[in-house]
């Protein structure tokens, strides 16, 4: 189950590492009482890379949407940190409707729903599914793999509460990620607790803003150990203008990819790090790996031809991208069973619960993962992300991951501040 | 891994199990709203008897001294709990002491000692150990099996604190059961938090304070099912005038013998159990297995002999018995590897966290196993406890371990309401 690491590292990331192992007990009290200024997410998955020199989010994802390949060890941990979170969202509760994406063909995806209604459920609430896919106008039932199946109803509004034709739920929680947009059904609800809030959805949500809150607490974190913050933290630009279609706004995302292809250069010398540095030129909303290009040289974000101008111009729902991140590329070093390895690591509240490795066989290691042909892992993440082996060297597995939950916290920390800088009604973090 | 069970239960019990299974939405809620109203304490570890027709704790450990015995699976869970618990106590803790029992020459019992600390280390906190035991006069590093060694170090007061003398704690957490008494220099602190507090420690804990209070409880989780309270809970009687030497206080165990005798005796005709009933007579404060009899016929306790009455007269640390608790006793029906077996389940702050079976191959299923000769099997408790198989029948592990885990967490429940009754300062619960 634990995957074959690329090689023996040496050099500045194992001096992180070492780092975060000889100093958990204060890396720990400073989440603790970040933790006590700040309210984490419901729930967070964080793709990381791992290159070897550094360690880095690339992804935050507030809709996580692969319960189904975590490992069965992470089930309990799930349960307790989903207790700790409902206890504070509604701790009464009794009832608990989840929505779901609106891909009801997805056997995958079904299962992860599945599982986060055995998670919450093991919480003390009656979950039920109300979807928001206009199809579902009657309770729907959907077979799964293992001869269960989830009902999925028609969600029903009734003044500023949003419920199921007999259902009236204390909480809301979406596992949709409003890539389609807000719909009217969820706005303006009063009395019930919607998780994650809407502004944590695509439609108002941007890469850029959470990578911005990322570099403060990646500053915060490089003093705390005395290291440098690029060392968990790519570097990153914006372009607010693009219409690929019109081949608008290439000026800008030629200037951007060029400025920070140098900056990264200049750590690569700085730390001898003999490789090509690229930047991922993606959607600054949106998610499902589409709408991703590696770039190495500003020139080639100007000679798009129509297949790539068509592949950039729309994401997911087809929302059209006019807003793009480019982002440092950190390369993976490592594999499982030959094919090129990221981690994501998983967290229901400020907890880790688990992760698994999205493992693709025929990508490169500075090449985006979440593409189709990829595949899932499931490893025994939290075992080792909580309690390392004080002991053992940094490249040994457990150490390794209890730093890939740390760099993973980070990222949870960054949503936390995203989210309140972002809220259209801050009188909700008081 | 998972032990063999001696057989395939039917009749009331699984009735028990099966509602349990089935209303588990209810019962978590029910424990959350009780975990509102009451704090539990900052760990406790319960040994249950499962009988096959009642599943009932028969000890509540309020100093636990077997986490050493815990899966590895049961320490990210640990971990977790312990964070939780930690941020309620004193978040912002930067150094606990950790007080452990005087027996320093029991390396089963220092590996103990070394796992609460790795825990709570992962907690964001500096962990040292300060000792009670007069001959611990400069610090003393004492070897364990791995390698490792632990440091014991003197205990300083200074005013109203006790630390070590370079080690100011926010936080004692005892591991010490001060069966020896309340030391006066843990008394009367002020600005530092003791868990638990003093009145837990046997100096002044009685087990018929949280029988009483553990009958209460069960009797409102059988209204919560709708099912016999007798089915999780042992009757009890008590003594408080016994002197085994003297052979004072004997009609009184006798009648009590007697009394607790017919009780059961009409429960098993009730439910038509074939099984001769017995009592386990046990001094009504202390601990380590001391001092326990088993008992079918009220003459027993009239005619002890010499031997007898000196094996009851005195428990550990030679606390003298004079008070003594009449316990229904409830066979087990479980066994690992021949041997007789009885689990024991792990709690941090109002979670479960693992648990293993403690087996004795010499004794009967109406014995006291915790005794020379036993031994523990660890089992991976946690993820079972908390992730029932709905599907699946309530023999089968995963969801007897979820059993487990209410059950337990009943008598963890009941730990909370006794603290509370015997608070010397009621004023803390406000």
Known sequence: MVPHFLTA???????????????????????????????????????????????????????????????????????QAAMAAIEKYCPDARHLLLIPENHTRNTFYLQNVQRIQAVLRQTGLAVR???????????????????????????????????????????????????????DILRGLQGQVLLPPLHAGWAVRRKSQHFEAYNDVAKRFGKLLDVDPWLVNPYFARCGQVDFQAREGEQCLADSVDATLKRVRAKYREYKIDATPFVIVKADAGTYGMGIMSVKDAAEVQNLNRRQRNKMA???????????????????????????????????????????????????IDENLNAPGSRFVPLPFAASCNLPDSAGSPECAPNRFYAYGVVARLALLAASLELERTDPDPSRFG
Chains 1, 2 share one sequence.
């Open 314 to 364: 729309v994401v997911k729902e087809g929302l059209e991208v006019s807003e793009v991140i480019i982002q440092e590329g950190v390369p993976t070093i490592e594999t499982v069973d030959n094919g090129t390895a990221e981690p994501v690591v998983y967290m229901i509240d400020k907890y880790v619960i688990g992760g698994f490795y999205r493992v693709h066989g025929e990508r490169g």
């Open 9 to 79: 590292l040496t050099g500045p990331l194992l001096d992180v590492e070492r780092k975060l192992l000889d100093t958990t007990p204060r890396i720990e009290r400073w989440f603790r009482l970040e933790w006590q200024e700040h309210t984490p997410p419901f729930y967070c998955s964080v793709d990381l890379r791992n290159a070897g020199f550094k360690l880095a989010p690339v992804d935050t994802n507030l809709y996580p949407g692969g319960f189904n390949n975590l490992s069965p060890e992470a089930l309990p941990l799930a349960v």
């Open 129 to 183: 599914l109300g979807s928001l896919n206009p199809e579902i106008t009657a309770p729907t039932s959907l077979e799964l793999p293992d001869g269960q199946s989830l009902l999925l109803e028609p969600l029903v509004r009734r003044g500023a509460r949003v419920g199921l034709a007999d259902f009236d739920p204390c909480a809301v929680l979406l596992n949709n990620d409003l890539s389609a947009g807000i719909p």
